[in-house]
């Protein structure tokens, strides 16, 4: 898919369904090679991990997709049930691989949800405070005749000059970034 002009293909790769189409290769676990890889595992060969891993990853995927339409996009959700699965069959010394694999993953799910949301929450409140020393800056311009001081904003919006500072700061380098 060219650009008309010079040939060259614009589309984002979709990894995340090569990734999938990559699983399809990969041949399941049966019974009796899960039961045994469990046992070298737990037994303290390490090798044994890295097929369990491989054989486990079509499950590690379907979980996933759980928590699809929650506020991450599939392929940073199969990414962190990834690494839970590595660090499930690291941390294996026995007992029911499934449940704890599956437990691993749904935490650490929840744990990259989390912080996701903690993160948008921080923008909107960051966003909320540069509107607000906005309008108190422009009320206070208009009261002077000349623009606030620093510590005449943070007097009038009973914070530390230093955080006053901070939200100048991040308006001027987000005002950068626009301008580039």
Known sequence: MGDGKNGMDWEEPDYYGMYL???????????????????EL??????????????????????AGEYADRGLPAGDLVQE????????????????FDRQMEDRIRRSLEAALADQDRERRIGEEMAARVNVLKDI????????????????????????????????????????????
């Open 21 to 39: 189409e990559e699983l399809k290769a990969i041949a399941p676990l049966d019974g009796e090679e899960e039961k045994r890889l469990l046992e």
């Open 42 to 63: 737990a037994a303290g060969r390490k090798e044994a991990g890295k097929r369990l891993t491989e054989g486990k990853l079509s499950q590690a995927v379907r979980l």
């Open 81 to 96: 049930a990834n690494m839970a699965l590595l660090m499930a069959v690291e941390e294996y010394t026995g007992g029911d």
């Open 137 to 180: 800056s422009a009320a206070m311009a208009a009261e002077l005749g000349r623009e606030a001081t620093v510590a005449e904003l943070a007097e009038r919006m009973k914070m530390p000059e230093e955080e006053i500072r901070d939200i100048m700061k991040l308006t001027l380098d987000a005002m950068r970034v626009i301008g580039e």
